[in-house]
């Protein structure tokens, strides 16, 4: 076994995941079960994934605007 990190939102979706396929499953579900799943999921529709994953219209120019907000950041510290 590994161990992964994440963030904590995410860790609380996942739980929240595993609970919904706890209750449909009728037994205890683990967070690699959970994990199998998703990425069982994943694989049956594609062509979502791919549009989930594109690009926000407008999203280039907020990714700069970040960029540029954490260089000014690490200059000052």
Not at 1 to 21: D, F, H, Q
Not at 26 to 31: C, F, I, L, Q, T
Not at 50 to 70: H, N, V
């Amino acid at each position: 076994m590994s161990t992964i990190m994440v963030k904590e939102g995410v860790k609380e979706e996942l739980l929240r995941y595993a609970t919904e396929l706890q209750l449909k499953l009728g037994r205890r579900v683990d967070y690699n079960e959970a994990i199998q799943h998703l990425l069982r999921e994943r694989r049956k529709f594609p062509a979502l994934l791919k549009e989930a994953c594109e690009p926000i219209p407008g999203a280039d120019e907020d990714k700069e605007m970040l960029y540029e907000e954490r260089k000014r950041d690490d200059r000052e510290s």
